[in-house]
């Protein structure tokens, strides 16, 4: 008989609050969501206070300026990765059904989309306020693993975005009919990878260890723009990775694709390829290392 974990019986919600008709719930989704942004916050600006960790013993940002961009940041989250959601991963059901965008809590939001909006937002408000494009790309790249780790876990207590069939002895039988779903031939309970805590380790972790080493030992951030092209690389190589774990989304999936594979090379169910996640994070790799060039490059000049 195959080891594996059941899945622990988790509430979706934090906890919830009936007012009448109306029930007020906090879900774990949104819970870490706020609790990475607090951190992201309050992080940044205690970067802000130690001048000597940045160029010249100059820090990009005011702490004030930096409490105006927390605002900005969270409309680039939410407007982004909703939209994320829309255009990359379910455009057609929207075009038919465009009322339901805005209607984020019934689910379904995009990391790639909710990153291209905190871009963005950041680069609006630094063009805005005169700040340094490249050192508040650094500070937001430095804390971003926080919020992708606390998202990871908040996935799996979702029971959501599970990986696909395995019998490695980590294995977890994940609830829902979906989940139980294994292929043809498959003896026992169907047990999958849990690919939420793989990238929770890899994007969040490691990645985010690696960045403190950099900056806290390194002095990366005196080099502007070389963190956040080692943030795209890792994080655009980390996903890239556990893809290869990760379930098709099921709008990609078919019997002849089971793998979701959105560019594919070959046809049938032993057809191989490239899958949405792959596609949006390949991209990333390519412009983190050519950031990482150019930041390198530009040092010696400026010194």
């Not at 080891?3 to 009936?18: C, G, H, K, L, Q």
């Not at 970067?47 to 930096?66: C, F, I, T």
């Not at 609006?124 to 494009?133: D, E, F, G, V, W």
Request: proline share 8%; hydrophobic share 50%; charged share 15%.
């Amino acid at each position: 008989m195959n080891s594996y974990f059941t899945f622990p019986d988790i509430s979706p919600e934090v906890f919830s609050i009936a007012l009448g008709p109306v029930t007020l719930a906090l879900r774990w989704y949104a819970l870490a969501y706020i609790v990475g942004l607090v951190i992201a916050w309050r992080w940044v600006v205690s970067l802000m206070r130690r001048p000597a960790l940045w160029p010249n013993a100059h820090a990009p940002m005011q702490e004030k300026q930096v409490e105006d961009l927390l605002t900005w940041v969270i409309l680039g989250v939410i407007l982004g990765g909703r939209l994320g959601f829309v255009l990359f991963y379910e455009p057609r059901y929207f075009m038919a059904n465009p009322l339901e965008i805005p209607m984020v809590w019934h689910g379904g939001m995009s990391f790639h989309g909710g990153f291209l909006g905190v871009m963005v937002a950041g680069i609006l408000y630094a063009l805005k306020s005169k700040l340094p494009i490249a050192g508040v790309g650094d500070s937001f790249a430095l804390v971003a693993p926080v919020g992708l780790f606390l998202g990871r876990i908040a996935n799996f207590i979702n029971a959501e975005l599970w990986g696909r069939p395995t019998h490695v002895p980590w294995a977890v039988a994940f609830p829902g009919s979906r989940a139980s779903v294994c292929p043809d031939g498959w003896q026992g309970v169907c047990t999958r990878h849990p690919s939420q805590l793989y990238e929770a380790a890899l994007e969040g972790l490691v990645l985010g260890l690696l960045m403190l080493w950099l900056v806290y030992r390194r002095g990366g951030l005196k080099v502007p723009g070389q963190l956040t092209g080692v943030f795209f690389l890792g994080y655009g190589a980390a996903r890239s990775f556990v893809e290869l774990f990760r379930q098709a989304d099921p709008q990609f999936a078919s019997p002849d694709n089971p793998w979701g594979h959105v560019i594919r090379f070959g046809s049938g169910p032993d057809s191989w390829g490239i899958t949405m996640g792959q596609t949006l994070s390949l991209p990333m790799i390519a412009i983190g290392i050519g950031l990482i060039l150019w930041a390198r490059r530009r040092a010696p000049a400026r010194a």
